[in-house]
Every structure is written in C-alpha cells, then in structure tokens.
C-alpha cells in the first residue's frame, strides 16, 4: 500500500492518490488524532494506523507520499482551542517518529528539523547549497527585514526525483542539483538557478513534492510504483 | 575566535564561558536577552558571509571556530515598547544564526539539527537502540484497549511528551483515563533501577547517580552522587552522542537489578551545572571549544589553567 500523507484540506493529494493503481490511501492528522492507532517501540512492524476508516499494518505499507509540511492546528478541531499548541507539537514528533520507523521508501523522509526534509528556511538552503560547493546567485538577507532579496529576472527550476533529474535544464543547473540532492539526501527536490554573467547561479530550494506540475507529478507517480513494487 | 550565545545568568553557559575567560581565549559574547537589540545579515557576494550586530560590537560568523549556543524563547524576554525601537526581527536573528550554525565547518556545540532530535523522544530511542542501549517497550495510541493490554502485561506504566513539550513523567493510574478525550499519549513500561545522569562532552564522560522515589528525578526530592561508568557503557554513551550528532550531552540512564543499562533519553543542550562535576563538564566543553582552533592557532596549555 502507498500512503500519501497530506492535510486534510488538500485535494490534489487525494486525487493524486486516487490515480495510484491498487491500494493506495491519504492518511491526514485527523486520521492520527481520532482513529484508533497503536505505535510501538522497538517493536515497530507490531504496529497499526488507521488511515480512511481503514485499519492498516505497518508492514502493509509499501512507499509514503510526504505532502505535509507541517501539522496545522487548525486540523485538531477535536481539542479545546489552548490544547492545540500542544497536540500540534505532539503530532509533529509522532510523524517524525512514525516516517523515520517505516523501512520502506518515504519521500521525503521527516527530520526532527521539520516535516520535509533537513532543511529549516530559505537561509539554510543556501548555506547547504554553498556547503556543497554550488556558486550562489547575488542574495541577501537581513533581520531588520522580511525574507529573502533575490533580485529579479527568469529562473531555471530542475526537479530530481530519486537521484534523476525530471526536468532537465540542458545547464550546470542540473548536477548542482544531483548533488544538492544527495548532500542533503532528498528523494524530491526542486531548485531554482539564474543565469548570471559569471554563470548558473543557485538562487533557492524545496522539498515539499509539488504534485501540481504534470511532469512531476507523473514522475512521482512512476517513481512511487517503481519503489513500492 | 569563539562565540557564546546565551544568557549571561544561565550558570552553564557562565561556567564555560568563566573556563575560557581564565584560558585567555578570544570570545564574543552574544547576551541572549538583547535579542531585539541584535541584527543578522547574510550576503552572498563576494562569498557567503554573516554579520552579527548587537549595539556597538559586530562579528563575522565566518571568523568562528566554534560556538557554544544555548539560545532560549525569546518571547521571555519583554520586548520593546514602540516598533520602532526594533531593530530587528528576533524570529529572523534564530534563522539566520541557524543557517549558519548548521552548516559551517566550525565546531558547533551543537547544531540545530543534533538540537533538534529531542523534538521527539521516539526518534531519539530508534537512534538510542542502534547505539546499544536498551530502551523501555513504549506504546503511542489512544485507544483504550490498547492501554489496558499494555498496563496489564507490564505492570506498571508511565506516560509523558512525545516531543519536548511539556516533558512531565507520571506513573498512570486508572482514574487518569476516566472521562478524557484521548489524542495519541506515549505510554512506556516503568523501568526500576538505579537513575544515573551521563554528560557526554567529546570523548569524555561524567557520570552521577540519582537518588530519587520519583518517576522523574528533576521533579521529585532527588540526591546527586558522583560516580563513574563502566568503560563499555562509556563507549555506547560516547558512540551515541555521535550518532546524534552532537558534540555534548546529557543522557538519562537506569541501570536495573539484573545489571542491564537503558537509556530513556538524551538532552541535546543539557543544563549541566546542577550535577556533580558540573566544573569537570563546563572545562571539557571549554576544552572542545578552543582545540577547534588548534588548526587556525596554537592553544595555551591546557594543564596550566
């Protein structure tokens, strides 16, 4: 069984798991609160969820989908407003449990940095990609204002998806991203580049799977039933 | 050049930094409850740099050879009045710092994402078993059949935190279940033994024994008793502190009657001046701190201080 977790409020994950031959299923936060589940340590594979009114063993599931960025409280409607806070920390730390138990494919896998990857804000995306060698694009940033300046003009955007590269720029753009991918071991990844006088310059990432886009999203979905297989 | 960013008043922070004053190592104090007087830029031309400044002082990141960060909430501290006397955004100066932190080669005691792996305890015990401590049986659920076959088969239970939220251990007692709306609870089975508090810095271990009646020592009548560690549990605490990446720890063991050693958690950034050999721990993190300099300058003797 393929999992594909997401909010309960996405419903392209819901139509993305509906076009996956055989079982496949959305499992939300709602799913974790509210459906019976039992998770244990160290004898994880013993374990249950319930995802879509659906009992599900651990060991049934074949790959997960990771579309959850983050546990939003508004999801949690089922605590009083001041529990939220809490059971949002509670359900963030049993996900990374639960992704990080699972021995099968998950992409991308949760880190106790945050739900999509080892990678917190855009400042660290550029402090990976410089850790790795990759030229940087002209940014700046600055506590005394918001986010990230980046200047204007077109980008180049180069997904990899299990080491390949899905959406080939024909540029340097494409092993950087090969190799952001592997230095931070991402299943997924999107970056964006600009071409700059001095060459292809790294301008920012993702790790969040944009199913949105029809060539990733049949990349994904390829690579999902080649890994589950 | 070495960076301290905490509270002056934290006595962890303050017996590192008192090591490395009376070494006459070169460091810059960034006081933690300045935060809104504190501004971070990071620019990527000619090559990617970060600047600190906090009234008059300002530093490079980049100039670091290693920090001791022991950052708290900021929303502690009373923030100013109008919006104008903000100079900067505090949230912003936690990311910027962060970024750095993570990924520079400068030793970092610790990284945000080794700080980070306390965020969920459950996660931490997968890495604790492969480091060859045992861990107690545990159950995530909230279904009450599930508690009432995991009660019965060992006796007595504690439930606590998965993440670092609110990370109280009580025993359960059957009225705890009565009448609530349960979300998922972290039940484990109750480990007896002997509490003993490990703090890991490099290679080096400092070890106290806890006596305690409490579920949780740090909340019960407690006596702190220096003692030392047999040399293959030493190793598993040194080897799992690697394995989480961090350069000091404080790991909670028990040893049982039978003689076998659990290890029910690891704080990644522990408050270590409250235990015995709390000097022996504050000098060997000093020490980590100013060899990641050896390479850039000679250190002074360290037998001297």
């Given at each position: 069984m393929i999992l594909v977790l997401a909010s309960i409020a996405d419903t392209h994950a819901a139509a993305f798991a509906g076009e996956l031959p055989g079982s496949a299923s959305v499992l939300t936060c709602n799913d974790l609160a509210r459906g019976p589940s039992r998770l244990f340590h160290p004898n994880f594979s013993d374990s249950t969820i319930t995802a879509a009114g659906r009992t599900i063993c651990v060991r049934e599931i074949s790959a997960v989908l990771n579309l959850l960025p983050a546990v939003f409280a508004g999801e949690l409607s089922m605590y009083p407003a001041e529990e939220r806070a809490y059971q949002v920390a509670e359900l963030r730390a049993l996900l990374v449990f639960f992704l990080s138990a699972l021995p099968c494919p998950v992409i991308n896998r949760a880190t106790p940095m945050s739900l999509t990857g080892p990678v917190q804000n855009p400042a660290a995306w550029i402090a990976l990609a410089d850790s790795a060698g990759i030229p940087l694009a002209r940014l700046s940033a600055g506590s005394d204002r918001k986010g990230l300046l980046r200047g204007n003009g077109p980008s180049i955007e180069v997904s990899s998806i299990g080491g390949q590269v899905v959406t080939p720029s024909g540029t340097a753009a494409d092993d950087y991203t090969r190799d952001l991918a592997r230095r931070g071991n991402f299943d997924y990844l999107r970056a964006l580049y600009r071409h700059e006088e001095s060459g292809i310059r790294f301008l920012g990432a993702d790790?969040?799977?944009?199913?949105?886009?029809p060539r990733n999203r049949a990349a994904l979905r390829q690579y999902l039933l080649r890994v589950a297989a | 050049m070495i960076l301290v960013w905490g509270l002056p008043q934290d006595p962890s922070t303050r017996a590192v930094s008192d090591w490395l004053r009376r070494w006459n190592a070169p460091v810059f104090f960034l006081?933690?409850?300045?935060i809104y007087r504190t501004a971070v830029s990071m620019t990527t031309q000619p090559r990617l740099s970060f600047e600190v400044t906090c009234g008059a002082r300002s530093c490079r990141l980049?100039?670091?050879s290693a920090a001791y960060l022991r950052p708290y909430n900021y929303r502690d501290y009373p923030a100013p009045e109008?919006?104008?006397?903000?100079?900067?955004?505090p949230a912003m100066v936690h990311h910027l710092i962060s970024a750095w932190a993570e990924y520079t080669p400068a030793l970092v005691v610790s990284r945000p994402s080794a700080e980070g792996t306390n965020q969920s305890k459950l996660y931490q015990a997968i890495e604790i078993r492969a480091a060859g401590f045992l861990t107690p049986e545990s159950l995530v659920t909230n279904d009450p059949a599930a508690i009432g076959e995991f009660h019965a088969r060992h006796g007595s239970l504690i439930y606590k935190s998965m993440s670092n939220v609110r990370s109280i251990v009580k025993e359960l007692a059957a009225?705890?279940?009565?009448g609530k709306v349960l979300g998922p609870v972290q039940f484990q089975e109750r480990i007896h033994g002997q509490n003993i508090r490990v703090h890991v810095a490099g290679e080096e271990c400092f070890a106290c024994a806890i006596e305690t009646d409490g579920a949780d020592y740090r909340y019960a009548d407690s006596r702190l008793v220096p003692t030392s560690l047999p040399a293959d549990v030493a190793r598993r605490a040194v080897r799992l502190t690697r394995r989480l990446g961090l350069p000091l720890a404080g790991l909670d063991l028990i040893l049982t009657p039978s003689g076998d050693w659990y290890c029910l958690e690891a704080n990644p950034n522990p408050a270590f001046a409250c235990f015995a050999d709390a000097d022996c721990v504050a000098q060997a993190v000093a020490r980590l701190l100013l060899e990641a300099r050896l390479p850039l300058r000679e250190a002074p003797a360290l037998s001297e201080a």
């Open positions: 790790s969040y799977p944009d199913i949105r886009s | 006081n933690h409850a300045e980049e100039e670091f109008t919006a104008s006397e903000l100079p900067s955004k009225e705890d279940l009565e």
